[in-house]
């Protein structure tokens, strides 16, 4: 099973900047897509942005041109830049990776998030 870590969460102001980062470990794994899930306080879990183990990445319209995901396979670990941030933007952040563990299926794993409060 991965496990998954996140850091980086904390207080802004609106306009600031905040860079989330996951890290995977475990054993005889193989990530494939990652991605950045948010919860709202009231609201359902969205996804935000993934990125697949070649490096394609996909952006929620919300976020386009403020958020940039990146990764490091060598290091199984994946960042995610916020800058511009929008008091609508205020969540608590959950890093979400997919991954083979030797067998034929596509396994999944969450961490257990990190708060991220914009303040206007």
């Known amino acids: 099973q991965v496990h998954l870590v996140e850091s980086g969460g904390g207080l802004v102001q609106s306009g600031g900047s905040l860079t989330l980062s996951c890290v995977a470990s475990?054993?005889?794994?193989?990530?494939?897509?990652m991605g950045w899930y948010r919860q709202a306080p009231g609201k359902e879990r969205e996804l935000v942005t993934s990125?697949?183990?070649?490096?394609?990445?996909d952006y929620v319209d919300i976020v386009k041109g403020r958020f940039t995901i990146s990764r490091d396979n060598a290091k199984n670990t994946m960042s995610l830049q916020m800058n511009s941030l929008k008091p609508e933007d205020t969540a608590i952040y959950y890093c979400?990776?997919?991954?083979?563990?030797?067998?034929?299926?596509?396994?999944?794993?969450w961490g257990q998030g990190t708060r991220v409060t914009v303040s206007s």
């Open positions: 979400n990776a997919k991954y083979y563990n030797g067998d034929y299926y596509e396994y999944e794993s």
């Open positions: 475990g054993s005889g794994f193989h990530l494939t897509t």
């Open positions: 990125i697949t183990n070649q490096g394609i990445t």
